[in-house]
């Protein structure tokens, strides 16, 4: 609330045509039954799911203990209708409202949110590209969450490069498409919590181009629809298995084999990657969410954790002087620990809702201009947001259970859990390389590039502001020098060959994301000053130590990316071998 409503400002949102109702209130009241849904109902079934993980027997999918009954509430209570248009039966609030959720779903109960979450995807991409039939038809199951969706990409040989797929599209006489391939690795691509899924695969469409310019769309339902619009007759969609994972054991991940399966075009022929991105795109973000949420629900834990474990003695002057022991959290190297995680939330969290604002905006507003640097804003930031947020969910979940010492690494306070089940988010939604790729390769250059330019350039305005008022103590000139690291890290990626700038790229993009991060910690502080009270001396102690301790590595980071690639480029692949 208080990034969105002291900080950004609600009016950003409210602005908007179709959001003029939206207020504080409203998302005060529905962060609150968000956070005690996922309390009461998605929090106590994660560890069942866990233990139980996702049954395959006799070509079914069942899902673990109280997932149903569960999904059964969660539609009921219209959580799957949040960001959706009223057309479709939804209740048209921001995309903010529903990114801010994500959070708490993910941070209870990920195996069981991603039911949920590709349908969420399905939908946007089926309302910004389907024909108006299809829309009819199928959106309003989706909104009601009766029926759920999938992202059918991966396949056995072809996981990143998506341009060596090889399921085949064949027209049929009826306008429709016969699908043939094998997937895999498809979240929710069988479940027993819907009356119905509908399957977005990816295909090449008979005599269509190699590589990525010959990829569309299809719309696949595993059951076909009645002339009523009911679900009918099986489709061609079969699993052959489901996988057996690290975490998020109650997910089902399916191996789909469509045999001849009827689908229905989406968006134009050899078009479909584009179209597919609008889903990806979303996804991105909301992963970004998903290891936020994880950071937050370990750093909870660790915290309680340190206030009641009680062991060795603390330094002088010791809290409970005269006893064996005092808590751990006045060991420097513990408080350290959930402090560092504590700087990087908080900070984190405001780059992720600068981000998530933007989708609203890009989509709403009427003034072309905004709606354009909204767009770029976006399409540089959510490569950043998908690989940091989702970095800091392992590194938070590793560090809360070291907090727990053994008993973080046994199953009985769930922090190993934890650790297995925020992994997913580095690799999948594209890998957090690939992130990096898109970021150095893509959004370095041509528009987004120069919307880049702008934004250092704006950043470092704001920051000389605040340096000339002299009231900023550290956290402006601190910013500053990482933004004077960051704008050189740039000349030089954009000055670099392409294999010297993907070598780079990673260490790229968390310099980037740290230096973000410190430009708005600093806008925040700017923005509470004068403002007395404990919860702003916190945040101002909070951005010290986020700008002292955390920043600097931006000055490591800085200097292995401006070493550029000779030492790698001079140990061959060969000399592995040796
Ligand atoms: C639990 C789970 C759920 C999933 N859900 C879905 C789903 O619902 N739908 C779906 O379609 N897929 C899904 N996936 C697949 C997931 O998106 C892929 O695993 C991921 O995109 C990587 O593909 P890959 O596993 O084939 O790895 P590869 O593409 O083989 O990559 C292996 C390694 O090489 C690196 N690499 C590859 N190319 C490059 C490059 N150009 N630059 C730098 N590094 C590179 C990668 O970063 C990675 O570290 C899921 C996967 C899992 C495990």
New binding site residues.
């Given amino acids: 609330m208080f990034l969105v409503d002291e900080w950004i400002g609600i009016e950003i949102l409210s602005a908007l045509p179709g959001f003029e109702e939206f207020d504080k209130d409203i998302l005060e009241a529905v962060l609150e039954e968000a956070g005690k849904f996922c309390s009461t109902e998605v929090l106590p079934i994660n560890r069942d799911g866990d233990e139980h993980g996702a049954v395959f027997a006799d070509g079914v999918v069942t899902t673990p203990p109280g997932f149903k009954a569960a999904y059964q509430k969660f539609i009921e209570n219209g959580w799957t209708s949040i960001d959706a248009e009223p057309a479709h039966g939804g209740q048209g609030l921001p995309k903010l409202v529903s990114y801010l959720i994500d959070e708490m779903l993910g941070a209870t109960n990920l195996a069981f949110k ?1 039911y949920a979450e ?1 349908s969420h995807g399905a939908y946007h991409l089926l309302a910004a590209h389907a024909s108006e039939e299809i829309r009819a038809v199928y959106l309003p199951k989706l909104v009601e969450g009766v029926w759920s969706g ?5 396949e056995p040989h ?4 998506l341009g060596l797929l090889t399921t085949k599209a064949s027209p049929n006489d009826d306008g429709s498409y016969a699908i043939s391939g094998t ?7 069988d479940h027993d919590l819907t009356e119905n899924i509908l399957h977005l695969v990816i295909a090449r469409i008979d005599g269509a181009p190699d590589g990525s310019r010959g990829i569309s769309l299809f719309l696949v339902p595993k059951f076909l629809l009645n002339k009523d619009s009911s679900p009918g007759e099986r489709n061609h969609v079969n699993t052959a298995s489901i ?1 057996h ?1 690290m975490g ?1 054991k109650g ?1 089902a ?1 399916c191996v789909l084999n469509f045999d001849d399966a009827k689908g229905y075009l989406i968006g134009e022929k050899n078009h479909g990657l584009a179209a597919m991105f609008r889903m990806m795109n979303l996804e991105r973000i909301t992963i970004g969410f998903q290891g936020l949420g994880f950071a937050e629900i370990a750093s909870q834990n660790a915290l309680v954790y340190a206030t009641e474990r009680l062991q060795s003695k603390a330094p002088a002057p010791r809290p409970n002087e005269g006893k064996p022991a005092d808590p751990i959290i006045f060991q420097p190297e513990i408080k350290r620990k959930l402090l560092a995680m504590r700087a990087q939330i908080e900070g984190g969290r405001a780059l992720a809702i600068f981000t998530a604002c933007q989708t609203d905006v890009a989509d709403k507003s009427t003034d072309e201009q905004q709606r354009e640097e909204a767009a770029n804003t976006l399409a540089l930031l959510t490569p950043v947001v998908k690989s940091f947020l989702s970095d800091l969910g392992v590194s938070s979940t590793l560090s809360a259970q070291q907090v727990l010492g053994g008993h973080g690494y046994v199953r009985e306070h769930g922090m190993e859990q934890m650790v297995r089940d925020s992994r ?1 988010t580095q ?8 992130q ?2 898109d970021l150095v390769l893509r959004k370095l250059t041509g528009k987004t590039g120069q919307f880049a330019d702008s934004l250092f350039e704006r950043w470092q305005q704001m920051l000389d502001e605040q340096e000339d008022a002299g009231d900023m103590g550290p956290f402006a000139p601190a910013a500053s020098a990482a933004l004077a690291r960051l704008r050189e890290a740039t000349a030089w990626i954009r000055a670099a060959d392409g294999g010297a700038a ?1 070598g780079a ?1 990673c260490d790229y993009q968390r310099l980037f994301a740290l230096t973000s991060i410190a430009c708005l910690w600093s806008q925040i502080i700017a923005s509470i000053r004068g403002k007395d009270g404990e919860f702003y001396a916190t945040k101002r102690k909070t951005a010290r130590f986020y700008m002292d301790q955390v920043l600097p590595e931006t000055v490591a980071l800085h200097e292995i990316v401006m070493r550029g690639a000779d030492s790698l480029s001079a140990f061959s692949v060969e000399d592995f071998g040796q």
């Fill in positions: 991603l590709l999938t992202m059918c990409l991966t072809c996981g990143t490069d997937k895999i690795f498809i979240t929710s691509g996988e994972k998020i997910s991940t997913i690799i999948y939604e594209g890998t957090n390389e690939i990096a790729a993907r790229a």
